[in-house]
């Protein structure tokens, strides 16, 4: 069974910093591109930052230069460092993990965790 769970959500003020992080499992973790995307209220979900299999990184414009993606493939996990938040990063923020190979396609999600940014 495979299984991604985000954590490290919250409330912080603008500025201000927050680590996601996101474990798997079920999964053969160092194969998949991992990536964290975003959806505010109102608004379709969006990639913020992909890091893939050999750890090239892209990131949204909206958050270059903020925001950094990391991965552990011992531990399985895939981070988000999020500095200098403006409220407009507000958002339920997902982990996901793909894999292509052939013509098959692997594509999980998590749950979310929502950040808020807020005075």
């Known amino acids: 069974q495979v299984q991604l769970v985000e954590s490290g959500g919250g409330l912080v003020q603008p500025g201000g910093s927050l680590r996601l992080s996101c474990a798997a499992s079920?999964?053969?973790?160092?194969?998949?591109?991992m990536g964290w995307y975003r959806q505010a209220p109102g608004k379709q979900r969006e990639l913020v930052a992909l890091i893939e299999s050999g750890c090239s990184r892209n990131y949204a414009e909206s958050v270059k230069g903020r925001f950094t993606i990391s991965r552990d493939n011992a531990k399985n996990t895939v981070y988000l460092q999020m500095n200098s938040l403006k409220p407009e990063d507000t958002a339920v923020y997902y982990c996901?993990?793909?894999?292509?190979?052939?013509?098959?396609?692997?594509?999980?999600w998590g749950q979310g965790t929502q950040v808020a940014v807020s005075s």
């Open positions: 996901n993990g793909r894999r292509s190979y052939g013509t098959s396609l692997s594509d999980y």
């Open positions: 079920g999964i053969t973790f160092s194969f998949y591109h």
